[in-house]
């Protein structure tokens, strides 16, 4: 799509700029001829000076209103035809931009299908259904092979080819993915699933499927299903009702249709999508598969040709009289005054008057005649010579016939004026290069069509004449307008819930980083106080054990000068004793020896003892601080643990509240969405329900003035027929009239044999008289009769009438009603749907609130694990240090 930044037209972009010629098309392609037109423009004949072939150009305005939006359809169909090429499918050739005008160039085609049907006025051929089928068939399955849907396969955009070839036209309305959702198409060729897209979600390239379907009965009964219907009405009969089928031939003359064309028209409009056929399968189907004629489709539009160019001549006849009614209009104006009289006298000529009367009629028309064949040839020689003239290469041609002159006043309005103004026909002023130039382009003129003059010149004033096109095209871009603005508040919605979940799980993540932090701060605080309370624990150890050391050594130090002391006293008895026993000198000095090393292993061994009992002194009092150590940092440790435990579950209440917090916002929110989506749906519901009452509303009056107006035209012609039925009474009367006359002469003559010759003058007044009783008799029966006549006419074009305005009028109020009915089931669903869909939100949030809650309860039971984990471990570390 192009960018909304950019204007309509604008080629700054250069993937836009690629599709699109800035040269003059005007200086490429001569000889334009208006062959159709429609609400996105109109469609011209032109001839390729390059390539010396036929092309048509449509061209496609983005002016006015909706001009952005009409640029994109543009950009999307151009860019559409660039990426396809299939022989069933009109050719793409080139795009030109010039001022507001998109001109899309391609592949000629001499006529649709529906143009045929309008020509021919007559069915096509069953076989010629098939040919017709098998080829389009096989452009569909390219489309769909590339998941496009065409979204507006009919009559009227089945093209033909010079050569016989049937290919699909018009992908403006193509879809470029599949599934889709939008509302597109021609309403009486919709499938109900797009009819109901917004209503009941997507639909697939089985909706072309669909109007195939619609299509084979249009080319079969020469209009599609519900056409004499308002087309808003027809919708929503096709969305609601059953499938229309093919209606067999009543004709006897004419042969039926086979059973496997009734069962592929079934099988192609089934109302679910899923049953339909695929393309592969119509393709493989007994009607499409069945023996045909090879040149088939070329015989037919050979016999076209031939009737478009029968009633060209035709319509070039009537112009012809008309010119001489023109130019004999005197002459005329004086010979049917003079019919207007004798139709007027209703007096009883004899015999021979009117003999006179036939032989003056019949030489008058004699002349005349012989004076129309004067004009004729003046005229054929003013053709001949106008023939030479043509407009130059920019000049529209609005008409497709071999004349240049319009034949009648609105179709020189559809010719469109030159930058140089109007060429008049009789216009002397050319100059030799101009005649060249024209004659050159008249003679490389490969213009064929199927489409007659008059179907040309009155599909413009239909369209300006009747607005259901623009009706139909506001109706579709309200449709598409509703569905834009229903999903840009979707998307809407859906970024402000996934920005509101930004936030949130922000705000969630940013507390339970913050928790997360805390959390390692309490336990970094924690490990530094143990760390603290190890270190002062083992400095107090230290101090402890040092100073108990220094005292210990201190008690030894006295205890072993004390042993001294006591071992100098040991000793000094021990000598004396043993100078009292007056030992000699070597047993005293061996008892001396012993006793002094008995002596000394008694002081060591005292010393050895009090060192022992010194040693396990320390290293109880060192065993009783330790313990009373770890005591207090299990405690401390107990004490910051709990304190530890109380913040995360301090933090772990403040997250719970949080997420509950958090599930509120999002219900609040997503209940404001959904009332928002709520109401704009209503509110689309209610303008789409306005704009198909108003619609139809209008449908009906312009039905009703149109009855009106037939009815005030039969009433014009009536004295017209009158006129007519009268001049029937008038001979029949006239004929009794010479009839018994005849009869009195016989009866006269046979009378006046009888009687004596005196008597003759007598019997002649009163058979006179007799006579113009039976004739007076007879004018008063004539007067009756035209009087009987006239008022049973009236009476019964009276009658008449008042019942076609009755039938109208229960019939648009039947639409009216059906309409009506349609739409409050529509409300109705709309209401149930979104009940629905309220219950759905309110199961997704109980479903969400549930997840919240079981998150909180598991966050809960782990925690509570964890807890009761640690104070066993506590409680286990602190019984086996007791």
């Known amino acids: 799509m192009a960018p909304a930044k950019l204007k309509p037209g604008n080629l700054k972009d250069p993937e836009i700029a690629e599709l699109f010629s800035t040269k003059d098309p005007e200086s490429r392609y001569e000889d334009l001829r208006e062959i159709g037109h429609g609400a996105f423009g109109a469609v011209f004949y032109a001839l390729d000076k390059e390539t010396k072939e036929p092309v048509a150009i449509k061209k496609m305005s983005f002016s006015g209103k909706q001009s952005l939006d009409k640029w994109n359809d543009i950009i999307r169909e151009v860019r559409f035809l660039r990426s396809i090429q299939h022989p069933q499918i009109v050719r793409y050739k080139a795009s ?18 529906a143009d045929i049907l309008k020509v021919y006025k007559k069915p096509f051929m069953q076989v010629e259904i098939a040919a017709i089928c098998q080829q389009t068939l096989q452009g569909l399955f390219y489309l769909h092979g590339m998941k496009r849907i065409h979204r507006d396969v009919k009559a009227g955009n089945i093209l033909m080819t010079d050569s016989g070839l049937v290919k699909l036209a018009d992908l403006g309305s193509a879809s470029l993915v599949s599934p889709a959702q939008t509302f597109v198409g021609s309403p009486y060729w919709m499938a109900p699933e797009v009819i109901l897209a917004q209503d009941s979600g997507i639909y697939d390239e089985r909706a072309d499927i669909w109007s195939f379907g619609i299509t084979c009965i249009e080319l079969a009964e020469l209009k599609p299903p519900f056409l004499d219907m308002n087309a808003y009405s027809a919708m929503y009969h096709i969305a609601q009702n059953d499938p229309p089928f093919l209606q067999p031939i009543e004709d006897p003359e004419i042969p039926p249709w086979t059973e496997d064309f009734h069962s592929f028209v079934e099988q192609c409009l089934r109302k679910d999508p899923q049953q339909r056929l695929s393309t592969n399968a119509c393709l493989a189907h007994p009607f499409i598969t069945c023996e045909k004629p090879p040149n088939v489709i070329m015989n037919l539009i050979n016999r076209i040709k031939n009737a478009v160019k029968e009633q060209d001549h035709s319509q070039y006849g009537k112009l012809r009289r008309l010119i001489c009614m023109e130019i004999n209009g005197n002459l005329n104006e004086e010979n049917s005054e003079s019919v207007e009289a004798q139709n007027e006298d209703i007096s009883i000529n004899s015999e021979d008057d009117i003999n006179q009367q036939k032989q003056q009629q019949s030489k008058q028309s004699q002349e005349n005649k012989e004076e129309d064949n004067k004009i004729q040839e003046n005229q054929q020689v003013h053709l001949q010579n ?9 000049t529209i041609i609005s008409l497709n016939g071999t004349d240049s002159f319009p034949s009648s006043e609105t179709e020189q309005q559809l010719q469109p ?33 199927l489409r007659t003059t008059k ?34 508040l979707e998307e809407r919605c859906k970024i402000d819930a996934d920005n509101q979940r930004l936030k949130l799980d922000r705000e969630r993540e940013q507390m339970e980083g913050n928790f997360q932090r805390e959390t390692e701060k309490v336990r970094t605080q924690i490990q530094l106080e143990l760390e603290r309370r190890r270190r002062e624990d083992e400095e107090e150890l230290k101090k402890v054990n040092k100073t108990r050391e220094s005292a210990l050594k201190q008690d030894l130090k006295s205890f072993v000068a004390a042993q001294k002391k006591e071992y100098k006293f040991n000793k000094e008895r021990c ?10 000198k070597s047993s005293f000095e061996v008892a001396m020896k012993a006793a002094k090393a008995r002596l000394n292993e008694i002081r060591q061994q005292s010393e050895r003892k009090f060192a022992d009992e010194q040693s396990l002194t320390l290293q109880t009092e060192l065993k009783e601080l330790g313990k009373q150590q770890l005591l207090r940092l299990h405690n401390l440790e107990t004490q910051l643990t709990n304190n530890e435990l109380n913040i995360r579950a301090r933090q772990l209440d403040t997250l719970h509240a949080l997420l509950n917090k958090h599930h509120e916002l999002i219900k609040t929110l997503e209940f404001s969405h959904f ?21 139809q509303r209008d449908y009906n009056r312009r039905a009703l003035e149109e009855k009106t107006k037939e009815h005030a035209m039969q009433s014009k012609q009536q004295p017209r027929e009158l006129k007519a039925k009268e001049a029937i009474i008038r001979k029949q009367f006239r004929l009794a009239v010479k009839i018994q006359t005849r009869q009195f002469k016989a009866y006269q ?25 039976k004739i007076a008799a007879l004018a008063d029966q004539y007067e009756l009769t035209i009087e009987k006549m006239v008022t049973e006419q009236t009476v019964k074009l009276d009658s008449q009438q008042e019942e076609d305005l009755r039938c109208l009028t229960e019939k648009l109020n039947k639409e009216l009603s059906l309409l009506t009915d349609y739409q409050e089931k529509q409300k109705a669903s709309l209401y149930a749907q979104i009940e629905r869909e ?25 925690f509570d694990r964890t807890c009761a984990s640690i104070r066993t471990r506590q409680k286990k570390e602190n019984g086996d240090d007791d």
């Open 838 to 862: 309220r219950v759905q939100l309110q199961d997704r949030l109980n479903l969400r609130l549930s997840v919240v809650q079981q998150k909180i309860n598991e966050d809960k039971t782990f």
């Open 417 to 449: 004026q030159t930058p140089s103004g109007i060429l008049s026909m009789h216009s002397t002023t050319f100059d030799q290069q101009q005649f060249k130039d024209d004659i050159n382009t008249l003679r490389r003129s490969k213009f064929s069509t």
């Open 386 to 394: 106008n023939n030479q003239l043509s407009v130059n290469n920019r």
């Open 675 to 695: 009332n928002l989506i709520e109401q704009m749906k209503r509110r689309h519901l209610e303008a789409q329900h306005e704009t198909e009452l108003s619609s």
């Open 575 to 584: 000598k004396m004793e043993l100078k009292a026993q007056s030992l000699s």
């Open 455 to 488: 179907i040309i010149a009155r599909e413009l004033q239909e369209y300006q004449a009747d607005n259901l096109y623009e009706q139909m095209c506001g109706y579709k871009r309200l449709r598409q307008q509703h569905h834009k603005e229903l999903k840009q």
């Open 96 to 113: 030109f931009l010039k001022e507001q005008t998109c001109w899309l160039v391609m592949e000629y085609c001499v006529g649709s299908a």
């Open 749 to 773: 003559a046979h009378m006046l044999q009888l009687v004596p010759k005196e008597e003759h003058k007598e019997l002649h007044i009163r058979l006179k008289e007799e006579q113009n009783r």
